[in-house]
């Protein structure tokens, strides 16, 4: 099984900068799919980004929303997944959840806990 | 772009069944997932490719999917089904996208 903590977020203004992370536990991270997805409060889920992992290219995708804005990345040797958040705006006010998944039709298997960020003047 | 969409509420009896729709075009061509979400907790994948169950998922939950209507269902629902509810699929124009989540209320 896989354990994800979020950390990193917290109150930022508009057009500010914030860099989430996620630790993972156990030996397969490297081989997985990372994924964020985000909440916005009292609303649904809404999927932000994915990075492969790098046997499968390591190549970055995103939601048309933050795509420009937000960059993936990861460091296999520490087990941790990045998101680098610039330019934000308001309406990124979301609970941040990393997640895990095997391939590009396949579910989001683990979640982290979740880690809050507010956007906010 | 893609949508799902879901009834936003559903009030079930505890021992009864509820069935929770998702409905998209053609979703049936495609693999649909679902998660349970509690207030203040991060979901939960509880069927996956339309009707498998992860590890540790009871039986009660099940899941379906056809033409233009996925079903996820709970049979002998108990207080702890009460939470909501998120179908998703993977899009080849949008990517992934979540439904609009459905509340079950336990009565």
């Known amino acids: 099984e896989v354990q994800l903590v979020e950390s990193g977020g917290g109150l930022v203004k508009p057009g500010g900068s914030l860099r989430l992370s996620c630790a993972a536990s156990?030996?397969?991270?490297?081989?997985?799919?990372m994924n964020w997805v985000r909440q916005a409060p009292g609303k649904g889920l809404e999927w932000v980004g994915r990075?492969?992992?790098?046997?499968?290219?390591?190549?970055?995708d995103y939601a048309a929303p933050v795509k420009g804005r937000f960059t993936i990345s990861r460091d296999d040797s520490k087990n941790t997944l990045y998101v680098q958040m610039n330019s934000l705006k308001t309406g990124d006010t979301a609970v941040y959840y990393c997640?895990?998944?095997?391939?590009?039709?396949?579910?989001?298997?683990?979640w982290g806990q979740g880690t809050l960020v507010t956007v906010s003047s | 772009s893609y949508v799902l969409t879901q009834p936003p509420s559903l009030s079930v009896a505890p021992g009864k069944t509820a069935r929770i729709t998702c409905g998209g075009n053609?979703?049936?061509?495609?693999?649909v997932h679902w998660y349970q979400q509690k207030p203040g907790q991060a979901p939960v994948l509880v069927v996956y490719?339309?009707?498998d169950r992860p590890s540790g998922i009871p039986e009660r939950f099940s899941g379906s999917n056809s033409g233009n209507t996925a079903t996820l269902t709970i049979s002998r629902v108990e207080a702890g089904d009460e939470a909501d509810y998120y179908c998703?699929?993977?899009?080849?124009?949008?990517?992934?996208?979540f439904g609009t989540g459905t509340k079950v209320t336990v009565l």
């Open positions: 997640t895990t998944s095997k391939w590009l039709r396949g579910s989001f298997d683990y």
């Open positions: 156990g030996s397969t991270f490297s081989n997985a799919w």
């Open positions: 990075i492969k992992s790098k046997t499968d290219g390591g190549t970055t």
């Open positions: 053609n979703i049936g061509g495609k693999s």
């Open positions: 490719e339309d009707s």
């Open positions: 998703q699929v993977w899009d080849i124009i949008t990517d992934h996208v």
